[in-house]
Structures are given as structure tokens and as C-alpha cells.
């Protein structure tokens, strides 16, 4: 059973441009998070989703920043436009209502650098 | 204050010894406390979780909470240089988000 997938795994790119980072949750799954972590700030949720309905996004830091759930099994962050502040790491992270609904999964993260 | 506060470390141990993690929460109406492990490039697993006052053990791993000090701590038996990494507290309140702390580095050496 495939985890939570992300893509791309590093991206690279300049101050300006668009950032779209990509995430699949765990299959079934109705929960979905986005977290950014930094050495400084640590892990941060940025948003969370239910049923591909976004629930909280009061940690989205601001306007350049959006996040969709089109369907349960994907979803994207983007950054627009991006800033060297906005490097880090990026975590989407997958849970069941109807288990240990608070069990989060992650996926191995995409490494963003702003230059 | 923050939510979750964790001393950063590192936390250096011998192999062989107990390490203690320590983790306090400011909000006393959170329900769920939680431990994951971050290996250093790696993402988040979890270890434990608690939700009840006292003690919960999982093979060489004990959580412990006290709600009424607001602390919970990760005592790992036996440490072992594959513990090496960053543990990190979470802790979820009555909506479905954890909030994290900054994690408490571990090292195990030989």
C-alpha cells in the first residue's frame, strides 16, 4: 500500500515565479494537511482538508499562498509569487476519520529553495 | 508562550541508557498528546500516542502525561544509536489539528 506521495521532492527555484507542489493522500483517507518545516519555526500547519473541503486555513502565512483539493485523492500548494522566505520543507500529511483518526501520515516532503 | 514547548537539545545519551524527552502544553483542553521521530532529511513517524492520565508502554517506548501539570514525556529504555533523531510533541485539542513543537534532538552514542 503506497504511502502519502509529493512531488517534485526538491525544487529549485527564483524569487517571482510560481510554485506548485502536488500531494496524493494515502488511499481512503479523508484528511489532508499541508505543514511547512523550518529550523526556526519548526513544523507548521499551514491547512487542513475534510472530505476535499478546506477546514482551517489560518496558518496559510498570506495571499501567496493557496491550497486546493479537487478530488479525495489530490491536492496542491501553491506559491504565488514565491519568496526566499518561503524555503523550507513542505509536509503533507494524510489521516482516517475512521480509525485513530489522529494517526497523521506523511509523505517525504518536497525541499523548496527560494533563491 | 508557546503551545508545545520542548527543549531543543541535543539530548546525548550512552547506548544502553534511558532517555528522557520532556514536553509541556499551555492549552488544558487538549485531549490527544502524540510522539513522533524525525530522522534528519526524513519526514515524521509516529511512535505513540496518549490519551489518558499515567503511563503507556510500547516495547522499549513509555509515554507519560499528567494533565494536571500539563506534561508529557517519552522515556525510550535501552537507547540505541537508531534512535538518533529529533522527537517531536504534538498535541490536538478538539478540532482535528496537532499542533507541534519544535522537537528535542537525540543523541545516542556508542
Known amino acids: 500500500d503506497a504511502g502519502v506521495i509529493q512531488s517534485p521532492r526538491h525544487e529549485v527555484t527564483e524569487m517571482g515565479q510560481e510554485v506548485t507542489l502536488r500531494c496524493k493522500p494515502i488511499?481512503?483517507?479523508?484528511?489532508l494537511f499541508w505543514y511547512r518545516q523550518t529550523m526556526m519555526r519548526g513544523l507548521e500547519l499551514l491547512i487542513y482538508?475534510?472530505?476535499?473541503?478546506?477546514?482551517?486555513d489560518s496558518g496559510m502565512p498570506e495571499d501567496r499562498f493557496s491550497a486546493k483539493m479537487p478530488n479525495a485523492s489530490f491536492s496542491t500548494l501553491k506559491i504565488q509569487p514565491s519568496e526566499p522566505r518561503d524555503s523550507a520543507v513542505y509536509f503533507c500529511?494524510?489521516?482516517?476519520?475512521?480509525?485513530?483518526?489522529?494517526?497523521?501520515?506523511f509523505g517525504p516532503g518536497t525541499r523548496l529553495l527560494v533563491l | 508562550q508557546k503551545e508545545v514547548e520542548q527543549n531543543s537539545g541535543p539530548l546525548s545519551v550512552p547506548e544502553g541508557a534511558i532517555a528522557s524527552l520532556n514536553c509541556t502544553y499551555s492549552?488544558?483542553?487538549?485531549?490527544?498528546f502524540f510522539w513522533y521521530r524525525q530522522y534528519s532529511g526524513k519526514s515524521p513517524e509516529l511512535i505513540m500516542f496518549?490519551?489518558?492520565?499515567g503511563d503507556k508502554e510500547d516495547g522499549r517506548f513509555t509515554a507519560q502525561l499528567n494533565k494536571a501539570s500539563q506534561y508529557v514525556s517519552l522515556l525510550i529504555r535501552d537507547s540505541q544509536p537508531s534512535d538518533s533523531a529529533t522527537y517531536l510533541c504534538?498535541?490536538?485539542?478538539?478540532?482535528?489539528?496537532?499542533?507541534f513543537g519544535t522537537g528535542t534532538r537525540l543523541q545516542v552514542f556508542p
Open positions: 500529511a494524510s489521516t482516517s476519520s475512521g480509525g485513530s483518526s489522529e494517526t497523521q501520515y
Open positions: 482538508f475534510n472530505n476535499n473541503v478546506p477546514i482551517d
Open positions: 504534538a498535541v490536538n485539542r478538539v478540532t482535528d489539528k496537532l499542533i
Open positions: 492549552d488544558r483542553g487538549s485531549q490527544s
Open positions: 488511499s481512503g483517507h479523508d484528511y
Open positions: 496518549i490519551y489518558s492520565n
